[in-house]
């Protein structure tokens, strides 16, 4: 008889990765068939009610639909950083797979150093929406 009890794996990245996926799916199918800016049953951006001001994700779920729709240009007027966000990711992505494919080790895909970046980004972005000059970042 064998006492060895049985091995139980942890459970990895997947889980959370597959709840995450989900959600990202399931959230861009509700942006794509329901428009945000005819539909009032999105949340409304409580920084920009209180303020007046337009935060980094203003604009973004209406830049996420023109997004989905293949808009490129309504999808830069309404959030320009969502619309630069995904083409680095797009290109770290690629170069995932790229070196995927040549057998190629990869590092982290978004290493937390690269927090500090993307949150200065959105900082500047902010200020910078927000100046008369850059009236063009506003959504
Ligand atoms: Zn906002």
Not at 28 to 53: I, K
Not at 70 to 87: E, K, M, P, Q, V
Not at 107 to 123: I, Q, R, S
Request: positive net charge; proline residues 8%.
């Amino acid at each position: 008889m064998n006492a060895t009890p049985p091995k139980i794996n942890p459970p990895g990245w997947w889980l959370p990765g597959i709840i995450l996926a989900a959600t990202f799916l399931g959230v861009a199918v509700l942006v794509y068939f329901f428009n945000p800016a005819t539909h009032a049953f999105y949340p409304e951006c409580q920084f920009h009610r209180l303020t007046g001001l337009n935060c980094p994700g203003c604009g973004m779920t209406r830049a996420v639909y023109a997004l989905l729709h293949g808009n490129l240009t309504a999808a830069w007027r309404d959030n320009a950083l969502l619309l630069g966000g995904s083409f680095f990711l797009a290109l770290r992505a690629g170069w995932f797979g790229w070196n995927k494919l040549r057998g190629r080790r990869n590092g982290e895909f978004f290493p937390a150093k690269h927090l500090w970046v993307l949150l200065v980004v959105a900082l500047v972005f902010t200020v910078l929406r927000n100046l008369p000059a850059f009236a063009f970042l506003s959504p």
